[in-house]
């Protein structure tokens, strides 16, 4: 989003006065800029002629005025984290969105400002992408995809919490879509079903929510995809690009107040460059995808791992800028195998089994099938404190155990999740509901051939309608 903020005002730009751009030109100048030439070496990707790559960074740094959103939590986290590939003579955008959970190797990386720096780990060796840039900071992130992808990147450009917040308010907010209402107090987003224009808050905490629908990372991509495509929407629709005194208002408030960070070689003229290039490109040729991504054997409910070869086939293809498939409706993220599950849940979910349904013997049945499974199920099969229940419900008493529930609630059909303090610490409390018969299967995780590229990692183009994005949202957790 920042970098359709910076191409819409250096646009601007090229079209105002030179008093506009004098203005431009000194907020430019108070951007926070970091060397990341020491990281970066010389033994590097080639660059494909003529394009360009800009990898775009969401910090969830709880320093200056982020500190609102818990100072308590210290150091940085790229949550966001997105490859932007121009291809040559501007004739398409591609984004392309890493999961803030990929397994990538640790790589050697110097201390940047807010970042210790890390020393390599032998082969084999893995963190997540997110914990790259915590003890790299933007270059070692910058580094580490380039190593593993064989993208070359030209330039970063980062954001915190509160330069997105001011973004958003500055353009006069955006549109989002719900098929549901949300009740997200993790993330503060509180909509109900429907179409809203929303402010910086609300657009925020729509973007960080993770712990709705499916409670993952890869889910909360496919909503992300969309917001970014909303904003192309309101852009378009408004000429905001095409008002140079708007354009300047926002690069003073956001750049102005150090809210943004860029390497040192992103200078002002480079991006005017781009800006011009890119002048009437439509949303329809931008296409939000994402990784290919399966489950990471070690960690199977946490990690995932890059899906091969489908992943190499999309990365060489951005690399060297030959033709992706056309976006496609995506599937559902792929589960982890059930002998995966059943692994992870025997070591970790202790879970307490009642019946909420007028069906005599249904918790015992259930409590001896999830044994079966390597489930460790705490105490005696016993009924709820009512047998109204219609639909399942999972409780857990806090949000470390909220991974637990979820792979419980995998096994179980028409089922919510939802948050109870009482109950003791790391058990999880099933109350089946008349709706439910038996444990469902978890099906395995399929590895599709080459020719399913398009069908794997096609994501939705810029002009998708902001309302189709129901499958974004499904899921056990629901509104909660």
Not at 13 to 21: I, K, N
Not at 406 to 432: H, M, Y
Request: charged content about 15%; overall charge neutral; some cysteine.
């Amino acid at each position: 989003m920042l970098g359709g903020l910076a191409i819409s005002a250096a646009l601007a730009v090229v079209g105002g006065t030179l008093a506009a751009y004098a203005v431009y030109r000194t907020d430019w100048n108070a951007v926070k800029h970091i060397n990341v030439i020491p990281d970066l070496g010389t033994r590097r990707p080639p660059a494909a002629p003529r394009a360009l790559n800009i990898l775009l960074i969401g910090s969830d740094s709880r320093g200056g005025p982020n500190k609102r959103f818990g100072a308590e939590v210290a150091g940085q986290r790229s949550d966001t984290v997105m490859v932007v590939h121009v291809a040559p003579g501007a004739r398409r955008v591609i984004v392309l969105s890493f999961p803030r959970d990929s397994v990538v190797p640790v790589l050697a990386c110097h201390p940047e400002p807010g970042a210790p720096g890390q020393v390599a780990q032998p082969a084999g060796d893995v963190e997540q992408l997110n914990a790259t840039f915590a003890y790299g900071g933007p270059g070692c992130l910058w580094k580490t995809l380039e190593q593993t992808t064989g993208i070359h990147i030209n330039d970063f450009i980062e954001l915190t919490f509160t330069g997105f917040e001011h973004l958003i308010n500055d353009i006069g907010g955006v549109s989002v879509c719900l098929p549901v209402a949300v009740n997200d107090p993790d993330s503060r987003l509180h909509l109900s079903a429907g179409r809203h224009h929303v402010g910086g808050a609300q657009a925020l905490a729509f973007w960080r929510a993770r712990y709705i629908g499916e409670g993952s990372d890869l889910q909360r991509i496919q909503r992300d995809q969309f917001l970014m495509a909303s904003l192309l929407h309101g852009i378009q629709r408004t000429g905001l690009a095409h008002s140079p005194s708007k354009i300047l208002r926002v690069i003073q408030d956001v750049v102005g107040n150090g809210y943004v960070t860029t390497d040192t070689q992103l200078t002002l003229g480079r991006l005017i460059g781009i800006a011009d290039e890119l002048r009437g490109l439509p949303p329809r040729a931008v296409q939000f995808i994402e990784v290919p991504t399966i489950p990471y054997p070690g960690d199977p409910l946490a990690w995932v791992q890059w899906e091969q070869p489908q992943a190499r086939s999309l990365f060489a293809a951005i690399a060297h800028d030959t033709r992706l498939p056309s976006a496609k409706r995506r599937e559902r993220h792929p589960v982890a195998t059930a002998e995966a599950v059943a692994a992870v849940n025997s070591a970790h979910v202790d879970v307490t089994v009642l019946n909420g349904s007028p069906q005599p013997g249904l918790a015992a049945k259930t409590a001896a099938s999830l044994t079966s499974l390597g489930f460790h199920v705490v105490g005696a099969p016993g009924n709820a404190g009512s047998q109204a229940y219609s639909n399942s419900v999972i409780e857990y008493p806090a949000r470390s155990d909220r991974p637990a529930a979820r792979s419980l609630a995998r096994l179980i059909k028409n089922v919510t999740l939802q948050r109870d303090p009482a109950l003791a610490a790391g058990t999880v409390q099933l109350i089946l509901g008349s709706s439910f018969t038996s444990l469902s299967p978890v099906s395995a995780t399929r590895s599709p051939g080459t020719a399913d590229l398009a069908r794997r990692y096609g994501g939705i183009t810029g002009n998708v309608s902001i309302c189709s994005d129901a499958a974004a949202f499904s899921g056990p957790d629901g509104d909660s």
